[in-house]
């Protein structure tokens, strides 16, 4: 248990060594060097934990131990240049780091203190000038709020998130701030939820406040993140946990709760682990548990492990989950906040919306909302993935356009391909053309033009993707992750998946095209819970602004993008072909004829389109059409 | 969901530890999935005789706890065996006969794709292409693949891991 | 809770605050289409054949869970939403098997009502993958066809929310889904104790009870046999309406014309051995109470309810009255008493029951049921199965004249009948036991404390000289539960408990007619059909069970007194400890 004035000196303490990590000036004066190894799921599949082991070798058998300090991160952001180490007096940002590197880098930079240029991330050395890594373009144009501490302090040191201002807000909130106004700041800050929907979160808090008094209420936090494709809320836990913490510790003060709970994706095993260490530190420091700073105010947080079901992602079904059901989702109303957890009222927001809250407290409603456009404020974080460069995690003011994020921070799309969409909002979601690239991205703009915020999810598909496959893909997901519980979700989903497997396997007629709007939007309509009524957005958004694409797969039995496999003819050009036999030996369908040093010719018929023989070819003679 | 009718072998400690998880949450509320998650940790799946200790201990029925069971991807009803036998089922390896492989394994180990072998040795799984269309059939074990597979070669391979 | 005004297709009514769209858009006599929706069953909006526009809401609602508020206006019917509900439906088909024409449940199905309703074609414009089951007939009672099942979960409702079992529930998920128990163990391997409720809670033709009726006919065609029939007193009272006659019409003596006709050869009444159960049951309650037998007694008239003591409640099978049910005396009685007075050899009397109850057929295999040697009932059909024979049959069932029970076994009291209500065989037996007991004859006969469809009554009598006598009846199993639990914490203490296992007792058992929900939800089966039970027992001449001439001469001229050694012989049974969980391999 620690005091109020405790919390001040741990962070006085502790405040210059974590400072230099924020403030390149600051750094200059540092007396240590400080080793930052990304720890975040992306680099340790990428085998960062070793780095770390070997750098703590070399530390011990250089006898440095006072001098260096490894410090293992959560995710940087620029998962596509992993693993990632920075160093610190200097900033200095190596990518895509392996064991031998390690060594050259500690000798040479660490012992030497010249930093290695051919291991820098290419835009730190302009005209051979070297520029910070904050400065480069992936990191010059965000705005990290929720992000704030992701990659730069250490998420197992409740110490290190003290030093930046960790636990204030809740401070601030217990000691100087009525339930009423806590909410009314969150109100004033016009933060909306970052999990899909975008409905205010000062609205939410308000409902479950109500009759505060003898009443048992819970507060929940959303972290069963699901889209393929997404890791904002993964990052957050595993870079920034106690951010979480503070913020649903608020949260219960302002509508009178005193338990929490956070539902986390089993599969997110770091996640999970660095949560467990974050909440027992808490709870040692008494930031949860009984009386909290003296206030009189209890709080605690469970942790409740989710078992693979995306659909406990929509609000109900997740509380019916923590409850140990099937997560099957109900009607509303009645709505959590009246009626959720235990059927006792709710909050329940998602990890980047309580990322976003102690500092609000903290700073105000004013700082929040000054970021940002008219109706969305403040930053969104978004998984970039796909075709595109940097692929990683990026936060940015809402408002930015898709050209600044993939063009700008993402780096643009590779291999000089042509971008043709960006897909957002997941299975719910839908595809923005090229024609919306300059489009400001916020909640409304983007239901316009027929996608949505999502959780964050930002694939960028180039001129070599399907838009009929990508409809497919996704809603092949939701079919198969959908509860059953409800008609049109259940059956429906599958009816629209069976035909469009029937377009891409070349059996579609132009009526389909019609019966799928009209299934579309029936299910739209009649759909029980939020995934099945956003499970048809990726494909009438694709229907819409990709029309001739399903009218090639219908009509000429083409994919322009050549991906449909049953679409595809494997030819072999007779004035490239020398008849050496080796196409025919490897197809596994028995489609080539030919005799030996004569032009070989495939039987479309027969041929299953593996591409053996095109592999096979040592002459490029065979050509996909 | 494949139900795996290995024989059950759970050991009385595996039996003990999961008394002591469901008495530490028996009271909790929602402590349904935490037991489960921690019996499929102690036990590796949830079969019939787990599900009935689960269902014995905490009053729930049973078949609500196999409705939960079916619904959520990460529990499994069937223990994997030491070597995973996975014969792809893709259209390459199809035509040129891996059912027939898929068959002769099945036959040599005595159990149905998505089962494990009572010694627990072998399970059997199929998959979809794993790419290597130009060795169709293609049979991986263990990590190990096997191209242009025919069935009397399945009884020689599976031999060496035994 | 405050009155609001709520307008519906233009039609404005008062309904009180939190009144369902479906409860004010009936008010406004308006039908909206449910399918799922089962009033405290099932409450789960998962059909969505009920959508509903209401103005100011962002999308549409679902009428039978959507709460009212203050000025609401509501669309229910609008073009739109018939083509939805048409789309729905069209959807729900595409996964069925669509076998109406050899569907138990045809004509009086109610997804095959719907699709007239919205005039569904045979165009099939949603046909793509089905899913495809084996029929489950494992059970002695109940069969589950899941080719015919729409996921609505009503028959989920029913056996884990009214009768706090469990035992099926949804597997898998998203198309996969489908109904079943653990493991998908047959029926028969679970703890499922045939109730039946999830039949009649079931819409479609998923759920149907074991089929008796071949071999019954089979029977009755066999010159050799002697074919013997005892409907149930509940059975009077629901028979009616397989011919659309209003829900609780007494069919008594027509049902005895039909039965006639049918060609069994003696028509004999359940009623005589409820008689006789109470004499058997009230001497086995007055024994214990004098003997320090263990107490507090239990009925052991519903077999649901003696499998799910079995199972459940193990350590109360002392408390179990040890007599068969009336079903099983009849037919002990007749095979026994009745075969050697009318020199009939047992073995060629079939001996069949006519039941409101589906449980009836797995207690009729239960060991220790065979008095004469051979089984005391043969074959027990249900109410709906006896429905089928007469209209099989062509009986004019609307016209046919009232006719008398044969004699001896068709002879009744008003205590008997009253026993397919919750709370009858309790009346029944006060009645005797109170006259028994103080040895002065009872004036009042109607103890209205133990009557109506509250799922826990109970009741304190002064008896002297026995003092304070203390009562409970429990109907619907999840009621039983609470109310053993009570007894087993020592919280409640009772000399004499019935329990039912059907919600509102056998009049709502799981073999009675079924009552489309749009009907069931608004009006409350159990009472109407009690009704008409509560009508004969006040007409009829005699009221006490222990008044039966017949009985009287039962005791007479066979079993001495009651619970002699020859009584206990052929009237009692004994039962087996079973467990929830079965070990399988």
């Known amino acids: ?625 | 969901m494949k139900v795996s009718n290995v024989p059950f072998k759970g050991t009385k400690e595996q039996e003990a530890k999961l008394l002591e998880v469901i008495a530490q949450y028996k009271d909790q509320k929602g402590a349904l999935m935490p037991i489960m998650q921690e019996a499929q940790e102690i036990y590796g799946y949830l079969p019939y005789q787990v599900q009935k200790i689960i269902s014995d201990q905490t009053g729930i029925p049973i078949e609500k706890i196999y409705g939960v069971a079916t619904f959520y991807a990460q529990f499994s009803m069937s223990p994997k065996g030491k070597y995973v036998v996975s014969v792809c089922l893709g259209t390459a390896c199809y035509v040129k006969g891996s059912g027939n492989v898929l068959e002769e394994v099945e036959k040599v180990l005595g159990i149905s794709d998505g089962e494990c072998t009572p010694d627990g040795k072998f399970s059997i799984e199929t998959c979809r292409c794993v790419g290597a269309c130009g060795l169709a059939p293609v049979m991986i074990v263990g990590g190990d693949v096997y191209g242009k597979m025919t069935p009397d070669m399945v009884a020689g391979i599976l031999a060496k891991y035994e | 809770m405050a009155d609001i005004k709520v307008t519906v297709d233009n039609i404005t009514v008062t309904v009180p605050e939190g009144t369902t769209l479906l409860d004010a858009a009936r008010k406004a006599g308006i039908d909206v289409p449910t399918l799922c929706y089962l009033r405290d069953t099932n409450e789960i909006a998962a059909c969505r054949m009920c959508v509903c526009e209401v103005e100011g809401a962002r999308a549409l609602v679902a009428a039978c869970v959507y709460p009212c508020t203050d000025g609401m206006v509501a669309h229910t019917n609008t073009e739109k939403i018939k083509e939805y509900r048409r789309k729905t439906l069209k959807l729900i088909l595409s996964d069925h098997d669509q076998d109406c024409l050899a569907c138990k449940r045809s004509t009086n199905c109610e997804l095959q009502t719907m699709c007239k309703r919205y005039g569904i074609d045979k165009s099939n414009e949603f046909e793509g993958k089905r899913n495809e089951f084996v029929i489950d007939d494992s059970s002695a009672s109940i069969v589950r066809d899941n080719n015919k099942c729409i996921l609505c979960r009503r028959c989920v409702g029913a056996c884990e929310k009214l009768q706090g079992i469990g035992v099926i529930g949804a597997n898998e998920r998203g198309f996969d889904t489908y109904i079943g128990s653990a493991f998908n163990l047959p029926l028969a391997e679970t703890s499922c104790v045939n109730c039946g409720q999830c039949i009649v809670a079931c819409p479609v033709g998923a759920l149907y009870e074991k089929d008796s009726t071949a071999a019954v006919k089979a029977a009755i065609a066999d010159p050799e046999k002697v074919v013997i029939v005892q409907p149930a007193p509940s059975v009077r009272v629901g028979l009616g309406e397989c011919f659309g006659m209003p829900i609780g019409t007494e069919v008594e003596g027509k049902m005895s014309a039909a039965l006639h006709r049918l060609g069994f050869d003696k028509v004999f009444d359940t009623n005589f051995a409820a008689d006789l159960t109470i004499m058997e049951e009230g001497y086995e309650l007055i024994n214990r109470v004098n003997n320090g037998g263990a107490l507090p007694l239990i009925t052991s008239c519903s077999p649901g309810w003696i499998k799910f003591c079995e199972h459940y409640y193990p350590e109360l099978i002392p408390n179990l009255s040890s007599c068969k049910s009336p079903q099983q005396m009849f037919g002990a009685v007749t095979k026994t008493y009745y075969a050697e007075k009318m020199g009939i050899d047992p073995a060629k009397i079939v001996s069949v029951s006519v039941m409101p109850c589906t449980a009836k057929k797995f207690e009729v295999g239960r060991e220790d049921q065979s008095a004469s040697g051979f089984a005391d009932v043969d074959y027990a059909l249900t109410t709906r199965e006896l429905g089928r024979m007469i209209n099989e049959a062509g009986i004019d069932f609307l016209n046919l004249p009232d006719e008398p029970y044969d004699n001896p076994l068709g002879e009744y009291t008003g205590a008997a009948v009253i026993f397919g209500a919750t709370g009858g065989v309790m009346e029944a037996a006060l009645r005797t036991a109170v006259e028994v007991i103080s040895g002065e004859e009872l004036i009042n006969l109607d103890f209205t404390d133990v009557r109506g469809t509250d799922g826990i009554k109970e009741a304190s009598y002064t008896v002297e000289p026995l003092g304070e006598v203390k009562v409970a009846i429990a109907s619907g199993l999840a009621n039983a539960r609470k109310l053993l639990d009570m007894v087993k914490s020592g919280e409640k203490t009772y000399h004499f408990i019935e329990i039912m296992a059907c919600p509102g007792g056998c009049v709502n058992g799981g073999g009675q007619p079924h009552v489309p929900s749009n009907i069931k939800n608004f009006v409350d089966v159990r009472a109407e059909r009690a009704k008409g039970l509560y009508t004969l027992d006040k007409n009829a001449k005699l009221r006490k069970s222990h008044e039966n001439p017949i009985v009287q001469q039962l005791y007479k001229e066979y079993f001495g007194e009651p619970n002699s050694e020859k009584a206990h012989h052929v009237l009692h049974t004994t039962y087996v400890e079973r467990k929830v969980n079965e070990d399988h391999e």
């Open chain 1, 1 to 625: 248990m620690k005091s109020l004035q405790e919390l001040k000196e741990i962070k006085e303490a502790k405040q210059d060594q974590v400072n230099i990590r924020f403030n390149p000036d600051e750094a200059e004066a540092a007396e240590k060097t400080y080793i930052l190894v990304c720890g975040g799921t992306g680099c340790t599949s990428n085998h960062s934990g070793e780095l770390i082991d070997k750098l703590t070798q070399l530390i011990e058998d250089a006898g440095k131990n006072d001098d260096v300090t490894i410090i293992q991160t959560g995710c940087q952001g620029l998962c596509a240049k992993g693993p990632i180490l920075v160093v610190h007096p200097g900033n200095v940002f190596y990518q895509e780091v392996n064991i031998d590197m390690v060594e050259r880098i500690f000798n040479e930079h660490i012992i030497g203190g010249t930093p290695i240029e051919e291991y820098l991330m290419v835009e730190e050395v302009t005209e051979g000038e070297f520029i910070p890594y904050v400065e480069s373009a992936f990191y010059k144009d965000q705005l990290r709020l929720a992000l704030r501490n992701c990659g730069r302090i250490n998420p197992e040191d409740i110490d290190e998130y003290i030093a930046r201002e960790g636990y204030e807000g809740l401070a601030k909130a217990l000691k100087e701030m009525t339930p009423d106004e806590v909410i009314q700041t969150v109100l004033d800050s016009g933060l909306r939820g970052r999990g899909g929907a975008g409905f205010p979160t000062g609205k939410k808090w308000m409902f479950a406040a109500g009759n505060r008094g003898e009443v048992t209420k819970y507060v929940a936090c959303n972290a069963d993140e699901g889209d393929p494709g997404a890791f904002m809320d993964r990052s957050i836990l595993e870079g920034d946990p106690h951010s979480v913490i503070e913020a649903m510790a608020i949260a219960g003060y302002a509508i009178g709760a005193n338990q929490g709970y956070i539902y986390v994706r089993a599969e997110y095993p770091i996640a999970v682990d660095r949560l467990k260490i974050a909440l027992k530190q808490a709870r040692e420091y008494g930031v949860l548990g009984k009386d909290i700073f003296g206030s009189g105010f209890d709080f605690d947080i469970d942790l409740r492990l989710g078992a693979g079901a995306f659909v406990c992602g929509e609000e109900t079904a997740l509380m019916t989950s923590i409850e140990g059901n099937r997560g099957e989702p109900h009607a509303r109303p009645p709505f959590p906040a009246v009626k959720g957890l235990f059927d006792a009222p709710t909050v329940l927001n998602n990890v980047e919306t309580y990322a976003n809250v102690p500092q609000i407290i903290l700073k105000g409603a004013d700082w929040f909302s000054r970021y940002g456009t008219e109706t969305s404020k403040g930053t969104k974080v978004f998984a970039l993935g796909g075709k595109v460069n940097n692929t990683g995690l990026v936060e940015v003011p809402m408002g930015t356009t898709l050209r600044q994020v993939i063009e700008k921070i993402g780096g643009g799309v590779p291999n000089g391909k042509q971008f043709k969409a960006a897909q957002t909002g997941g299975p719910s979601g839908g595809c923005i053309p090229a024609e919306s690239y300059d489009v400001p991205i916020d909640y409304e703009s983007l239901k316009e033009i027929g996608s949505m915020m999502g959780s964050g999810g930002m694939i960028v598909l180039d001129e070599d993707n399907c838009m009929v496959d990508i409809a497919k893909f996704y809603l092949g997901f939701t079919c198969s992750e959908s509860c059953g519980k409800c008609t049109p979700c259940r059956i429906g989903t599958k009816r629209m998946l069976e035909i469009l497997e029937k377009i891409t396997d070349g059996r579609g007629e132009l009526e389909d095209l019609d019966r799928l709007e009209d299934l579309a939007k029936y299910i739209q309509a009649n759909a029980l819970c939020g995934l099945g009524q956003t499970a048809p957005n990726p494909i009438l958004s694709t229907m819409e602004h990709f029309r001739d694409e399903y009218v090639a797969h219908i009509v000429d039995k083409k994919c322009p993008a050549g991906v449909c496999k049953a679409l595809l003819n494997y030819i072999i050009d007779p004035e490239k072909c020398k008849g050496c036999t080796k196409c025919a030996r490897n197809c596994p369908a028995g489609a080539i004829t030919g005799t030996v040093k004569q032009p070989h010719v495939i039987d479309q018929t027969k041929c299953i389109k593996c591409g053996a023989c095109k592999e096979n070819c040592a002459f490029s003679a065979i050509s996909r059409k």
